[in-house]
């Protein structure tokens, strides 16, 4: 989100009472392969920054016959000569969306949708800003009304059937209408995920990635990566990309012969703390990263260089878990070189001015529709809470916990107005009051919202109690979903799916937000009182670690599962195959049936014999 991320985060650099030194481009986009995760699931997802206490909107975009995208990129004029504008081929599907309020783009409509998934199961995880070397952009300059983060997951969700045709509809887009700016963003389905790669103006890649890799980008346009150009069911890619580097002077090859996209297209020198967020990432997942040998820190505690820098890695061990990912968008480098805690100079991966989380869970053999799970957290990522919906199967929100644009309380949140005052702390003063009176609107942005505020404000004294609760919270949720994923996979594809899936998210996030209400009254009554002789403590959280009020999600559901006597889908193939123990057993039983028939057949030849 670079048109705005310039200034809100040029005034907030001096901002040390809560939030540690921001920079621009601070957005950071997981990928782990299905090898990789103890479930053998992929996950997909990012944390978004920009400003703190900024609202978000979950919702519902309803299929359409024919809609016309127009983006606000460069304001919200909608004029073809302005901004970019594309009109749709044909109808469009239903999918969901995070998107950003009008008011933070000057009154745009639909303004810039991130993430979701469309009803077929085509997911989006969208943008990670990057940037391209002046050599190359002298050559192949941005276009102003170019394809732009504003409308790409938009575009996406609406048309492609499959992730790969969303990739060569974007590939399509580009070549035409040219980009605006570089980014990078994830589109999958059930069988396949992209990483699509806005270079130039008019040049672009996507390559598919392995099972067995690990991706973190903290907005890094030089990160490495093995690919090649002539094989299309790995890579896709623009007419002129070798031709573009040549033109340009940057063109680099990697040691195999084909094309370094990183080198010959990304900038030289990464900057504003990006090269420590990837440092911060790796060292979470357990990677032997050594300073002074795989990367050097400058005089401030950041990372100035990185030895190897690549997009995907084979990571240091397998069996990642759900958590394991959503903890990896919270880490600060805790007890690292790069300790943000420690440090007021390295940024981190879990800061304070990230406005959403998310994660999409590709599993592998299940119906495209309900393959995909997204993991919603309208948070900052250091205390989150991550929600589960079936995205694609979704028809309708909770109104009250996801208001639409119209129906936030946009008072109880900090704008860019806001930020244009000479005493920064009066900036920090203002969300911690709007956090300690909290509002009346029951939208579940504003309680995370509040909650996440006073938590990074009085870390030291507050954080460890309230991740407690979180984390307790959290595992519930994650525990109970599988319970409520059998139910659904009960259900016969259609309309009892998709009340199913309306119900599940309901529920759920009812759940949630009264949970975590508790906690937000018992934090705002812990910072009101003022005595930190002790830090805070949830009584909610028991000895075990568990809650006292546990999450009824599960159990609630049971109301909405099928009967014994309801029709059940037929499985897909991958539902359908025997298990291994499965066909020792059928095999088995082949066999005794097998012998026996021969059995019958020796008697009966014998008896044929002597009538003979």
């Given at each position: 989100?670079?048109?705005?991320?310039?200034?809100?985060?040029?005034?907030?650099?001096?901002?040390?009472?809560?939030?540690?030194?921001l920079t621009t481009w601070a957005c950071t986009q997981i990928y782990f392969g299905s090898e990789t995760t103890e479930s053998g699931d992929v996950y997909i997802g990012r944390s978004e920054d920009i400003q703190p206490r900024r609202l978000k909107e979950f919702g519902i975009e309803p299929a359409a016959a024919s809609k016309t995208y127009w983006g606000a990129d460069s304001g919200p004029v909608q004029d073809p000569l302005v901004n970019f504008t594309r009109t749709s081929p044909g109808p469009t599907y239903r999918?969901?969306?995070?998107?950003?309020?009008?008011?933070?783009?000057?009154?745009?409509?639909?303004?810039?949708?991130?993430?979701?998934?469309?009803?077929?199961?085509?997911?989006?995880?969208?943008?990670?800003?990057?940037?391209?070397?002046?050599?190359?952009?002298?050559?192949?300059?941005?276009?102003?009304?170019?394809?732009?983060?504003?409308?790409?997951?938009?575009?996406?969700?609406?048309?492609?059937?499959?992730?790969?045709?969303?990739?060569?509809?974007?590939?399509?887009?580009?070549?035409?209408?040219?980009?605006?700016?570089?980014?990078?963003?994830?589109?999958?389905?059930?069988?396949?995920?992209?990483?699509?790669?806005?270079?130039?103006?008019?040049?672009?890649?996507?390559?598919?990635?392995?099972?067995?890799?690990?991706?973190?980008?903290?907005?890094?346009?030089?990160?490495?990566?093995?690919?090649?150009?002539?094989?299309?069911?790995?890579?896709?890619?623009?007419?002129?990309?070798?031709?573009?580097?040549?033109?340009?002077?940057?063109?680099?090859?990697?040691?195999?012969?084909?094309?370094?996209?990183?080198?010959?297209?990304?900038?030289?020198?990464?900057?504003?703390?990006?090269?420590?967020?990837?440092?911060?990432?790796?060292?979470?997942?357990?990677?032997?990263?050594?300073?002074?040998?795989?990367?050097?820190?400058?005089?401030?505690?950041?990372?100035?260089?990185?030895?190897?820098?690549?997009?995907?890695?084979?990571?240091?061990?397998?069996?990642?878990?759900?958590?394991?990912?959503?903890?990896?968008?919270?880490?600060?480098?805790?007890?690292?070189?790069?300790?943000?805690?420690?440090?007021?100079?390295?940024?981190?991966?879990?800061?304070?001015?990230?406005?959403?989380?998310?994660?999409?869970?590709?599993?592998?053999?299940?119906?495209?529709?309900?393959?995909?799970?997204?993991?919603?957290?309208?948070?900052?990522?250091?205390?989150?809470?991550?929600?589960?919906?079936?995205?694609?199967?979704?028809?309708?929100?909770?109104?009250?916990?996801?208001?639409?644009?119209?129906?936030?309380?946009?008072?109880?949140?900090?704008?860019?107005?806001?930020?244009?005052?000479?005493?920064?702390?009066?900036?920090?003063?203002?969300?911690?009051?709007?956090?300690?009176?909290?509002?009346?609107?029951?939208?579940?942005?504003?309680?995370?919202?509040?909650?996440?505020?006073?938590?990074?404000?009085?870390?030291?004294?507050?954080?460890?109690?309230?991740?407690?609760?979180?984390?307790?919270?959290?595992?519930?949720?994650?525990?109970?979903?599988?319970?409520?994923?059998?139910?659904?996979?009960?259900?016969?594809?259609?309309?009892?799916?998709?009340?199913?899936?309306?119900?599940?998210?309901?529920?759920?996030?009812?759940?949630?937000?009264?949970?975590?209400?508790?906690?937000?009254?018992?934090?705002?009554?812990?910072?009101?009182?003022?005595?930190?002789?002790?830090?805070?403590?949830?009584?909610?959280?028991?000895?075990?670690?568990?809650?006292?009020?546990?999450?009824?999600?599960?159990?609630?559901?049971?109301?909405?599962?099928?009967?014994?006597?309801?029709?059940?889908?037929?499985?897909?193939?991958?539902?359908?195959?025997?298990?291994?123990?499965?066909?020792?057993?059928?095999?088995?039983?082949?066999?005794?049936?097998?012998?026996?028939?021969?059995?019958?057949?020796?008697?009966?030849?014998?008896?044929?014999?002597?009538?003979?």
């Amino acid at each position: 989100m670079r048109k705005q991320v310039y200034k809100a985060c040029a005034i907030l650099l001096t901002l040390m009472l809560a939030l540690h030194p921001l920079t621009t481009w601070a957005c950071t986009q997981i990928y782990f392969g299905s090898e990789t995760t103890e479930s053998g699931d992929v996950y997909i997802g990012r944390s978004e920054d920009i400003q703190p206490r900024r609202l978000k909107e979950f919702g519902i975009e309803p299929a359409a016959a024919s809609k016309t995208y127009w983006g606000a990129d460069s304001g919200p004029v909608q004029d073809p000569l302005v901004n970019f504008t594309r009109t749709s081929p044909g109808p469009t599907y239903r999918y969901t969306y995070v998107r950003d309020l009008p008011v933070d783009w000057e009154g745009a409509p639909e303004p810039y949708s991130e993430t979701g998934i469309n009803e077929v199961g085509v997911s989006v995880d969208a943008t990670l800003s990057t940037g391209v070397n002046q050599q190359i952009n002298d050559v192949d300059p941005m276009v102003q009304t170019g394809l732009g983060e504003y409308n790409m997951a938009d575009v996406v969700l609406g048309e492609a059937s499959s992730a790969r045709e969303g990739v060569e509809i974007l590939g399509a887009i580009i070549d035409a209408q040219g980009s605006r700016e570089a980014n990078q963003l994830w589109i999958a389905d059930a069988t396949e995920a992209w990483c699509f790669q806005q270079l130039s103006g008019h040049q672009w890649i996507a390559v598919r990635a392995d099972a067995n890799v690990v991706s973190i980008n903290p907005n890094i346009s030089n990160l490495q990566f093995p690919m090649n150009l002539d094989d299309a069911q790995s890579c896709l890619h623009s007419a002129g990309i070798i031709q573009t580097a040549i033109d340009a002077g940057t063109l680099t090859l990697n040691e195999d012969g084909f094309l370094n996209v990183a080198r010959s297209y990304g900038l030289e020198e990464e900057t504003f703390g990006k090269m420590t967020r990837y440092v911060q990432g790796w060292l979470y997942l357990g990677e032997a990263l050594e300073p002074g040998v795989d990367y050097a820190l400058d005089d401030t505690g950041d990372v100035a260089a990185l030895a190897n820098p690549r997009l995907f890695h084979q990571p240091p061990r397998a069996g990642y878990t759900l958590l394991d990912a959503m903890h990896l968008l919270a880490t600060r480098g805790e007890g690292t070189p790069v300790d943000a805690n420690a440090n007021n100079s390295p940024v981190a991966i879990g800061n304070t001015i990230t406005c959403e989380c998310h994660l999409l869970q590709v599993r592998e053999g299940f119906d495209p529709q309900m393959a995909t799970v997204q993991w919603t957290s309208l948070s900052p990522g250091e205390f989150a809470l991550y929600i589960p919906s079936y995205s694609a199967l979704l028809t309708s929100v909770d109104g009250v916990l996801y208001p639409d644009a119209n129906g936030f309380d946009e008072q109880h949140a900090l704008h860019e107005a806001d930020f244009d005052v000479e005493d920064d702390s009066l900036v920090v003063a203002k969300g911690e009051q709007q956090a300690l009176e909290g509002t009346s609107n029951g939208a579940m942005n504003h309680l995370l919202m509040d909650l996440n505020t006073l938590a990074a404000n009085h870390r030291a004294e507050v954080g460890e109690g309230v991740h407690a609760h979180l984390n307790a919270l959290q595992t519930q949720v994650i525990a109970q979903q599988d319970e409520v994923d059998a139910m659904m996979r009960e259900l016969p594809a259609g309309e009892a799916r998709n009340a199913f899936a309306n119900e599940a998210h309901a529920v759920v996030s009812r759940q949630v937000y009264e949970s975590c209400s508790v906690l937000l009254s018992e934090v705002r009554a812990y910072v009101v009182a003022g005595d930190y002789s002790a830090p805070f403590a949830s009584p909610e959280v028991t000895a075990e670690g568990g809650l006292a009020n546990p999450l009824r999600y599960a159990e609630a559901m049971r109301e909405y599962a099928p009967s014994d006597e309801a029709v059940v889908e037929s499985p897909t193939e991958s539902e359908s195959r025997l298990s291994d123990v499965q066909v020792c057993i059928l095999c088995a039983v082949i066999t005794v049936a097998e012998i026996a028939l021969a059995l019958a057949l020796h008697r009966l030849n014998t008896r044929h014999k002597n009538w003979r």
